[in-house]
């Protein structure tokens, strides 16, 4: 699940304050094993200065920096190979479930419903395929497309229109969404014939990534 060069990196990751969180691909590669997954994209709540991030975080003192600004930090690390890593501060985001301390990194992985949600977000976003594979990966874990929709109003609110996901997860006309297998297709249209959209289940959100 994780390149030779992310696995070079995973024991100095525990110089990641532990404020951040990891989220996306990796965070759910490392959950499922579906897939290998090349990036760590940390996420915090609290806001930060990019030049005094770095100088936080041990690993980073030799990185090549691709973007900086206000609460946003990313950069590459060369383990015999490269591995990008970003950071996201000041983030208005909830949580449904405490996430999990990795071993041997010791960083803190994101809950899989909290990644659930995080992912039918994003559909509504942007034309990925691999977003609608790994909602399918998570659909064949176990966690169904209601908690996953319920899931993401608590994360992120009001703006959250679970209507938008479900019209997402059935059109394939757009970006690379011609690479989804139709076998996959099927599935995701079948879990969003199930979905009634009027009684989601509710999770109270927790106004923190990890409680600290």
């Known amino acids: 699940m994780l390149p030779a060069p992310q ?3 995973w024991s100095a990751l525990g110089d990641t304050p532990t404020d951040f969180v990891l989220y996306g691909g990796t965070a759910l590669a490392l959950r499922l094993g579906h897939r290998e997954s090349v990036d760590f994209d940390f996420f915090s709540r609290e ?4 030049e005094d991030l770095r100088k936080r975080i041990g690993y980073l003192n ?3 920096t691709l973007q900086q600004s206000e609460n946003t930090l990313t950069c590459v690390v060369a383990r015999e190979g490269d591995v990008h890593v970003s950071y996201l501060g000041g983030l208005d985001l909830c949580s449904v479930h405490e996430p999990d301390r990795a071993d041997g990194a010791g ?3 994101a809950s899989l419903l909290d990644l659930a949600a995080t992912k039918v977000t994003t559909v509504q976003a942007r034309a990925d395929a691999k977003d609608y594979l790994e909602i399918d990966a998570l659909l064949g874990a176990g966690v ?4 996953a929709l319920g899931a993401a109003g608590a994360v992120y609110g009001g703006g959250f229109n679970p209507l938008l996901t479900l019209k997402a997860l059935t059109y394939f006309g757009e970006g690379d969404l011609d690479a989804v297998p139709t076998v996959v297709r099927d599935r995701l249209a079948t879990a969003v014939a199930s979905v009634d959209p009027g009684r989601l289940p509710t999770f109270e959100p927790r106004p923190w990534l990890r409680r600290t």
């Open 144 to 147: 169904t497309l209601e908690d």
């Open 47 to 50: 806001p930060f200065a990019p």
């Open 62 to 64: 030799a990185a090549r």
């Open 107 to 109: 960083i803190f992985v």
């Open 7 to 9: 696995r070079r990196l």
